[in-house]
């Protein structure tokens, strides 16, 4: 009951274009508009994780959940930070699955952290496919009132 999880959502903040920078009309407000849009996005997100918290009855074994939201154009070295600056004892982090090609050009955020991370840390590999099948069944069953609980 004394440990707490915190989820860290990491969003990209938009670009900034030079209209922007030169405060042209119209074009902060645009900016402004989608850094409000991302924040949104990460607290429908919490909202989310916190109402599958309780589904899954995690609040009897822990403290309630905290919530972490930034902008970063680089996803790894932030949640690194955050892991520091909270003084977190374990990172548990999701895989994509990219092929050894894509994650040669496009990086990988779990890679990443495990590489420059100073706690341990745990990925979870993407679902297999059948495992994708089960949850858009038990989805289109939730919806469609068959009485059986589906995970989104």
């Not at 920078?21 to 607290?43: M, N, P």
């Not at 932030?78 to 994509?96: F, H, P, T, W």
């Amino acid at each position: 009951r004394r440990d707490q999880v915190l989820f860290v959502n990491v969003s990209e903040p938009p670009e900034v274009s030079s209209a922007t920078q030169t405060g042209l009309a119209g074009a902060q407000d645009v900016y402004q508009r989608a850094i409000g849009s991302a924040i949104e996005k990460g607290r429908e997100l919490a909202e989310q994780v916190r109402r599958r918290w309780m589904e899954f009855g995690m609040h009897r074994a822990f403290k309630e959940p905290r919530f972490l939201e930034r902008l970063s154009k680089d996803p790894g070295p932030a949640i690194c930070q955050v892991a520091k600056d909270e003084g977190v004892n374990l990172i548990v982090i999701g895989s994509r699955g990219m092929s050894r090609l894509k994650r040669t050009f496009l990086g990988s955020v779990s890679e990443y952290v495990l590489h420059h991370a100073k706690v341990p840390i745990a990925i979870v590999p993407p679902p297999k496919q059948q495992s994708l099948e089960a949850i858009r069944q038990a989805s289109q069953d939730t919806a469609s009132g068959d009485g059986q609980d589906g995970i989104i």
